[in-house]
T-cell receptor, first 112, second 114 residues
């Protein structure tokens, strides 16, 4: 266990559904991240939050909407996704820059 | 922005032999270079990291070397064992400001043959 917990572990959703992924850490880390892992792009950075503020949006489509209500929780809200969005979504956190990032176990998302 | 390239994409070595994985980065201000191991069905986990003020770092059978001039760094695994089979990712942290992000390479699938 790394101390970063993601729920749900698996999610199947239709293209018209709305769902949310949750990430939680109680490590006292100040930075949290969403990565997308697929066969084409193994670890693609999506969003970065520092001290609850979004500091990076890596040209992610608006059908993905992140939310960071406090320094321990990070959400990824999903709506009107496409089948090509099927992937493993990994959350990570770390204390500050130039330190180890701790990953959650990921949410395996399938869009049908 | 930072771009990290990793080679090879797959690597097969005999048990007991050494394995080397290489990465290059584009941002000369990058200052932190971790390596992660991801076993099948599991999360990526840090195995070793190096900062830009150091040229080499070793931890038992694993070592990392950094050449800042050439902007490349390498992972060396000696006396490989079956449990070393996994996907390995290099990463670089861009410098020049409070970016606080890690850019990963495309991964290397390492298979240790008994």
């Amino acid at each position: 266990e790394t101390g970063v917990t993601q729920t749900p572990r698996h999610l199947v959703m239709g293209m018209t559904n709305k769902k949310s992924l949750k990430c939680e850490q109680h490590l006292g880390h100040n930075a949290m991240y969403w990565y997308k892992q697929s066969a084409k792009k193994p670890l693609e950075l999506m969003f970065v939050y520092n001290f609850k503020e979004q500091t990076e949006n890596n040209s992610v489509p608006s059908r993905f909407s992140p939310e960071c209500p406090n320094s321990s929780h990070l959400f990824l809200h999903l709506h009107t996704l496409q089948p090509e969005d099927s992937a493993l979504y990994l959350c990570a956190s770390r204390p500050t820059e130039n330190t180890e990032a701790f990953f959650g176990q990921g949410t395996r998302l399938t869009v049908v | 922005g930072e771009n990290v390239e990793q080679h090879p994409s797959t690597l097969s070595v005999q048990e007991g032999d050494s394995a080397v994985i290489k990465c290059t980065y584009s941002d000369s201000a990058s200052n932190y270079f971790p390596w992660y191991k991801q076993e099948l069905g599991k999360r990526p986990q840090l195995i070793i990291d190096i900062r830009s003020n150091v040229g080499e770092k070793k931890d038992q059978r694993i070592a990392v070397t950094l050449n800042k001039t050439a902007k490349h760094f390498s992972l060396h695994i000696t006396e490989t064992q079956p449990e070393d089979s996994a996907v390995y990712f290099c990463a670089a942290e861009p410098g020049g400001g409070a970016t606080n992000k890690l850019i990963f390479g495309t991964g290397t699938l390492l298979a240790i043959q008994p």
